[in-house]
């Protein structure tokens, strides 16, 4: 029998191709998501799939989530539910707390309740915080500038902590940024409604150098699963990601040219980042998922190329 999983966060982003990837697989998905950020939309092809079930609740209703567990034999749990929206998290400082940090200490919670034995948690780059060298999974100290990473980062905190105290297996994966069909914002999503509104003009925060690796979803979703799969320490971490890197004024180059547009002026806001609490250039290390034996498929451009073609294909 299949195993059953759990995907927290799973009508979102990255959640729902998951999801797509793990029923390609066989497993049998159960998806928990408030549809705060998620769209029901994301995942409606798998309504008539017997090996699936969607559920939409909000993790922080610990007493429905209890029941969840207590009601279904889940293996594993995918947890990727949290907010996404960082400048949002600035403004509202309990959105961080409760949406990315709660959320997860609720899933531990009720695991170590239920027996469940795994979980793989979404973390981020942003838990590095602002560090002139390349990432690796052992770089410190950690000082977050964004409350988005540093609840990312009391998250790995208390997994590591749940582990050393009961019965617990974790993946623990830093993702970068992440472009793609179904995204709901972020740069090259950001750039293209800003064209549509206006072909002549595009307003880019900051500078344009900033200086980060993308990664396409497909990529990113085949290296969760296979250092899920490949990996069987207590606690394995793993930054996820691509060596190579693109400049948010290339971003804009490329979007550009996927939409057929010519003479778009570029207008720059200033300074070295897009808002508090972005770190404007990051490289990982990625020495320790290569050697496991991934690495992702498409460059940071290519990824952008092929993200701008499949949002501009969905409005088209």
């Known amino acids: 029998?299949?195993?059953?999983?759990?995907?927290?966060?799973?009508?979102?982003?990255?959640?729902?191709?998951?999801?797509?990837?793990?029923?390609?697989?066989?497993?049998?998905?159960?998806?928990i998501d408030n549809l705060s950020l998620g769209r029901e939309e994301n995942i409606k092809h798998h309504d008539r799939d017997s090996g699936f079930?969607?559920?939409?609740?909000?993790?922080?209703?610990?007493?429905?989530?209890?029941?969840?567990?207590?009601?279904?034999k889940?293996?594993?749990?995918?947890?990727?539910?949290?907010?996404?929206?960082?400048?949002?998290?600035?403004e509202?400082?309990?959105?961080?707390?409760?949406?990315?940090?709660?959320?997860?200490?609720?899933?531990?919670?009720?695991?170590?309740?239920?027996?469940?034995?795994q979980i793989v948690f979404a973390s981020s780059s942003a838990i590095y915080g602002e560090l002139d060298k390349p990432l690796s999974e052992d770089t410190g100290p950690l000082f977050p500038i964004s409350f988005y990473g540093a609840a990312k980062l009391c998250s790995e905190a208390y997994?590591?902590?749940?582990?050393g105290n009961s019965n617990i297996q974790a993946w623990i994966l830093r993702f970068p940024n992440v472009v793609g069909e179904r995204a709901t914002h972020g740069v090259v999503f950001d750039f293209i409604n800003k064209l549509?509104?206006?072909?002549?003009?595009?307003?880019?925060?900051?500078?344009?150098?900033?200086?980060?690796?993308?990664?396409?979803?497909r990529?990113?979703?085949?290296?969760?699963?296979?250092a899920w799969k490949n990996s069987d320490k207590k606690i394995n971490c793993f930054n996820l990601g691509t060596d190579s890197l693109v400049t948010v004024h290339r971003i804009a180059e490329i979007v550009i040219e996927e939409m057929g547009l010519e003479n778009v002026k570029l207008r720059f806001t200033g300074g070295d980042r897009g808002w508090i609490g972005d770190v404007p250039r990051f490289k990982y290390n990625l020495s320790k998922i290569h050697k496991l034996g991934w690495k992702a498929e498409l460059s940071s451009e290519e990824a952008v190329r092929k993200a701008a073609r499949a949002l501009l294909n969905k409005k088209s």
Request: charged letters at 25%; proline letters at 3%; hydrophobic letters at 40%.
């Open 1 to 31: 029998m299949p195993k059953t999983i759990l995907v927290t966060g799973g009508a979102g982003f990255i959640g729902s191709h998951l999801i797509d990837y793990l029923r390609e697989e066989s497993y049998k998905v159960l998806c």
């Open 53 to 72: 079930r969607f559920i939409k609740m909000d993790l922080l209703n610990k007493k429905g989530l209890n029941e969840v567990f207590e009601k279904d």
């Open 74 to 90: 889940i293996d594993c749990v995918f947890h990727l539910a949290a907010n996404s929206d960082i400048q949002k998290g600035r």
């Open 92 to 117: 509202n400082l309990e959105i961080d707390l409760k949406n990315t940090f709660m959320t997860t200490f609720n899933v531990l919670d009720c695991m170590k309740k239920n027996g469940i034995p």
């Open 159 to 163: 997994i590591s902590a749940f582990c």
């Open 196 to 217: 549509k509104k206006n072909p002549k003009e595009l307003t880019i925060l900051g500078n344009g150098k900033q200086k980060k690796p993308y990664m396409y979803v």
């Open 219 to 226: 990529d990113l979703i085949e290296g969760i699963v296979f």
